[in-house]
């Protein structure tokens, strides 16, 4: 089974508007990552936020943790055409923290 | 600097005939994973290894197996493909100076493209 779920599944925006996509996870992490994958392409890590922190900067990206209610989510403002791609979250298991499993990614397409 | 590196590309096997996917990282990593990817389930973990010689399984193990002789070395085999394991594969490396690695960001290959006929 999968740790991580992304809502939504799909997003379509205008070109400069934000994009928010949230990632819900089932157990206790010792930190959430996001990746972005191009089509046919392998995944580029974006982000990492740890488990004692509420919120992380990347330059355009807006990164949120809530362990209280499971989920995070990611904020990419003033989208460009180069965004659109698919976004996974990624956490690790606090009891086995070797390996992060995937969710199943939200792909968001930036119109022009 | 390459990164992570991954051949080949593109194959087609038939049903039966077996094949190993090379994964080759040149950072000096000492976690190396194999993850497939399936349309729209994102990437299912099929083995990893914590460091030279070990190996361990993943969430969907059956029908792979692994090898890690080399540190920058990440192999992984199919015995007998089926269309089952029709997928795109990713290898994935990830830096640990301490216990947990998944303190860092994984880097990935660039895929490849297995079908099984």
Known sequence: SQQGEEDPQALSIQEGENATMNCSYKTSINNLQWYRQ???RGLVHLILIRSNEREKHSGRLRVTLDTSKKS???LITASRAADTASYFCATD????ASKIIFGSGTRLSIRP | NAGVTQTPKFRVLKTGQSMTLLCAQ???HEYMYWYRQDPGM????IHYSVGEGTTAKGEVPDG???SRLKKQNFLLGLESAA???TSVYFCASSYSPDRHPTDYGYTFGSGTRLTVV
């Open chain 1, 38 to 40: 191009n089509s046919g």
């Open chain 1, 72 to 74: 995070s989510s990611l």
């Open chain 1, 93 to 96: 298991l606090y009891s086995s």
């Open chain 2, 26 to 28: 040149d950072m000096n």
């Open chain 2, 42 to 45: 994102g990437l299912r973990l």
């Open chain 2, 64 to 66: 792979y197996n692994v």
């Open chain 2, 83 to 85: 269309p089952s394991q």
